[in-house]
């Protein structure tokens, strides 16, 4: 099919207390998916 086959996700804090957000992955490429087209995005953020 003519759809992307790739594309990149980018973690970031959009608002919350006034504490920095530490992300242990902030960004990362997803690629092909399942046979659905299926991918999971997942990440850990920690206040400090």
């Not at 790739?6 to 046979?35: C, H």
């Amino acid at each position: 099919m003519g759809g992307p086959k790739a594309f990149n996700v980018y973690w970031y804090k959009y608002q919350g207390p006034p504490r920095e957000v530490i992300f242990f992955e902030s960004n990362f490429r997803l690629e092909r998916g399942d046979t659905l087209g299926r991918k999971l995005a997942m990440t850990t953020a920690t206040l400090v």
